[in-house]
């Protein structure tokens, strides 16, 4: 067994966007190779695999639930907070500023856990 895996090639990224995006309708552009290959380089080597695609094939057995949600959780924002993303508050801010008109200024927040964000932005 290797002490470190392979570098996460292109296929296995394509493969952990799609797992993460059915089990939690999340979309990783490609600029999220690095965060999957950090996040998941731990399990990796903790189960002693040699590859990312060895990992992946582990988590599509299905036979170890808690193992996919231990993938599951390193694959998403776990936390919430108010005025959690400060710049997102700042382009808030200017586009109520520049909204003009009759039509309600409206803000949708998605997959707020707790609700602190949504609360922010009122």
């Given amino acids: 067994m290797n002490t470190q895996a392979k570098p996460l090639t292109d296929t296995e990224f394509g493969h952990f966007q799609r797992f993460i995006f059915e089990a939690a309708g999340i979309t990783l552009g490609t ?20 590859s990312y695609a060895d990992y992946f094939a582990l988590l599509q057995r299905g036979d170890d639930p808690l193992e996919v949600q231990t993938a599951i ?8 907070y108010f005025f959690r993303e400060p710049r997102h508050f700042e382009l808030l801010r200017e586009a109520a ?16 856990s707790s609700g602190e964000e949504a609360y922010s932005i009122a």
């Fill in 31 to 50: 600029a999220k190779k690095a965060l999957v290959s950090g996040r998941l380089a731990k399990r990796v080597h903790a189960r002693q695999l040699a």
């Fill in 73 to 80: 959780d390193l694959l998403t924002t776990n936390e919430t």
């Fill in 97 to 112: 500023l520049a909204h003009r008109g009759p039509a309600p200024f409206r803000v949708w927040s998605a997959a707020s």
